[in-house]
């Protein structure tokens, strides 16, 4: 039970930089758009991020300090478990790779725009979910309350009628 509280821990702690994700790579777009290159843009848009998201991006930017092929970049996008993201870091280090170019940018724009869409999606539908739920559990509830205001009030009556 103890491991399976951990494991769940985790996955709360992945699903949490996985939101803050799309927001540190918001940053990072804006910086590359300002024709910085990507691993200045990385190292600045680390400023705002959260400790635990602050740690790996600081991973990553010495991993990518010892090796200058595609390796880090995967590895950060595999810890987070989502395929989408190593997509997003591929097209990443395509931009380090090919270099400062406009399609470059541009598929990188379009596949985390894609991410940040679809990740806002399931977070929207996640809060309706959650919203469902409530209004059903308000109208159960109703309901009982309902149902015991009759048994008051047939209980009521039957002792009118008995005389008490």
Same mark, same amino acid.
């Given at each position: 039970?103890?491991? #399976?509280?951990?494991?769940?821990?985790?996955?709360? &702690?992945?699903?949490?930089? $996985?939101?803050?994700?799309? %927001?540190?790579?918001?940053?990072?777009?804006?910086?590359?758009?300002? &024709? $910085?290159?990507?691993? #200045? +843009?990385? &190292? /600045?848009? #680390?400023?705002? !991020? +959260?400790? %635990?998201?602050?740690? $790996?991006?600081?991973?990553?930017?010495?991993?990518?300090?010892?090796?200058?092929?595609?390796?880090?970049?995967?590895?950060?996008?595999?810890?987070? /478990?989502? /395929?989408?993201?190593? $997509?997003?870091?591929?097209?990443?280090?395509?931009?380090?790779?090919?270099?400062? +170019?406009?399609?470059?940018?541009?598929?990188?724009?379009?596949?985390?725009? %894609?991410?940040?869409?679809?990740?806002?999606?399931?977070?929207?539908?996640?809060?309706?979910?959650?919203?469902?739920?409530?209004?059903?559990? #308000?109208?159960?509830?109703?309901?009982?309350?309902?149902?015991?205001?009759?048994?008051?009030?047939?209980?009521?009556?039957?002792?009118? !009628?008995?005389?008490?």
């Amino acid at each position: 039970m103890f491991l #399976s509280k951990y494991n769940l821990l985790e996955e709360d &702690k992945r699903r949490r930089l $996985e939101m803050e994700f799309v %927001e540190v790579f918001s940053y990072i777009r804006i910086y590359l758009v300002n &024709k $910085e290159n990507v691993y #200045s +843009s990385i &190292k /600045k848009a #680390s400023q705002y !991020t +959260s400790k %635990e998201m602050n740690e $790996e991006l600081n991973k990553l930017l010495i991993r990518i300090d010892e090796d200058k092929t595609i390796v880090p970049f995967l590895d950060f996008g595999h810890y987070f /478990k989502n /395929k989408v993201i190593d $997509e997003v870091m591929i097209a990443l280090y395509q931009m380090v790779d090919g270099g400062y +170019s406009e399609n470059f940018i541009n598929q990188f724009i379009n596949v985390f725009d %894609e991410f940040k869409a679809r990740s806002n999606n399931e977070a929207l539908f996640k809060r309706y979910s959650k919203m469902g739920t409530i209004n059903q559990m #308000s109208l159960v509830g109703s309901g009982y309350l309902m149902f015991v205001m009759l048994l008051v009030i047939i209980n009521i009556i039957g002792d009118l !009628t008995n005389g008490f």
